[in-house]
Nanobody, 115 residues
């Protein structure tokens, strides 16, 4: 059974940081590219960052602007998203996903950026 479990979200002030984690099971992580996607209230899913199965190709959406770092540790079945200099517009539910459309994703973790 494929499972993805995100954690690490919370309430943070603008300019703050959060480190999201995603623990996967039920499939061989090393075989897959992985995504972080998000959904803000009233909006659809949008991809945030993606990392190749070997970790040697990384891409971010334009709005990331160098603030986020995606990484993975296949030995631990973990995917990470370090988010720095958070902005109010980053407020959303963040999901770890096995595809860009988020069809295979976890339950998500809420990130709220507010003063």
């Amino acid at each position: 059974q494929v499972q993805l479990v995100e954690s690490g979200g919370g309430l943070v002030q603008p300019g703050g940081s959060l480190n999201l984690t995603c623990e996967v099971s039920g499939f061989s992580l090393s075989d897959y590219w992985m995504w972080w996607v998000r959904q803000a209230p009233g909006r659809g899913l949008e991809w945030v960052s993606k990392i190749s199965n070997r970790g040697n190709h990384i891409y971010h959406a334009n709005f990331v602007e160098g603030r986020f770092t995606i990484s993975r540790d296949d030995t631990k079945n973990m995917v990470y998203l370090q988010m720095n200099n958070l902005k109010p517009e980053d407020t959303a539910r963040y999901y770890c996903a096995r595809d860009e459309q988020g069809r295979i994703r976890g339950q998500g973790t809420q990130v709220t950026v507010s003063s």
